[in-house]
């Protein structure tokens, strides 16, 4: 059965805590995403990586770290530095296909501030 | 600054009825565009893609895209109440990421 997983359903960080957000796929999908959504927004780019052991930044990085180490599985951690980080995070992963690659999404996180 | 537009509603629409979500972009080199529905608290779930200009149609839903005027929109026939949802548009700008639009919250009235 294949699919996208991402744990916890629920996450509460406290003042200054560094959390990670889990996100595995068995699609066999190269490119994996993260995406961050407020309330009555559109999705946020946060990372995304094409390839094993290599990332990029999206448009808004900055108090976020990731990881990619195993085709499967794409972590992503709030940092402290992350000021505001009280969202729905959503991970993706697509199918290549030159320009129509097709995204398709886990079932998210919420992580709320303590 | 690549983006899309979607306009927020709500829209309401009666069951039965048609309803029409409409999306503009603002890059021509864009190639390919989605439209996704996300129920309240869930995660996105793709309904369509289209690639080039004209119609696509699968089941209840047509896609429709036109090029020179820039916009992708969405048609949903014989509303249900099921379909009450926020649906999502968003381009590829020619490149491996997605943009998105803010998104259109629809209502289907019984």
């Known amino acids: 059965d294949g699919g996208i997983t991402q744990s916890p359903k629920y996450l509460f960080r406290k003042e200054g805590q560094n959390v990670t957000l889990s996100c595995e796929q068995n699609l066999n999908h190269d490119a994996m995403y993260w995406y961050r959504q407020d309330p009555g927004q559109g999705l946020r780019l946060i990372y995304y990586?094409?390839?094993?052991?290599?990332?990029q930044k999206g448009d808004i990085a900055e108090g976020y770290s990731v990881s990619r180490e195993k085709k499967e599985s794409f972590p992503l951690t709030v940092t402290s530095a992350q000021k505001n980080p009280t969202a729905f995070y959503l991970c993706?992963?697509?199918?290549?296909?030159?320009?129509?690659?097709?995204?398709?999404f886990g079932p998210g996180t919420r992580l709320l501030v303590l | 600054q690549k983006e899309v537009e979607q306009n927020s509603g709500p829209l309401s629409v009666p069951e039965g009825a048609i309803a029409s979500l409409n999306c503009t972009y603002s890059?021509?080199?864009?190639?390919?565009f989605f439209w996704y529905r996300q129920y309240s608290g869930k995660s996105p779930e793709l309904i369509m893609f289209i690639y080039s200009n004209g119609d696509k149609e699968d089941g209840r839903f047509t896609a429709q895209l036109n090029k020179a005027s820039q916009y992708v929109s969405l048609l949903i026939r014989d509303s249900q109440p099921s379909d009450s949802a926020t649906y999502l548009c968003c381009s590829n700008f020619g490149n491996e990421k997605l943009t998105f639009g803010t998104g259109t919250r629809l209502t289907i009235i019984p």
């Open positions: 990586s094409q390839i094993v052991n290599d990332f």
């Open positions: 890059d021509r080199g864009s190639q390919s």
């Open positions: 993706a992963s697509s199918t290549p296909g030159q320009g129509k690659e097709t995204q398709y």
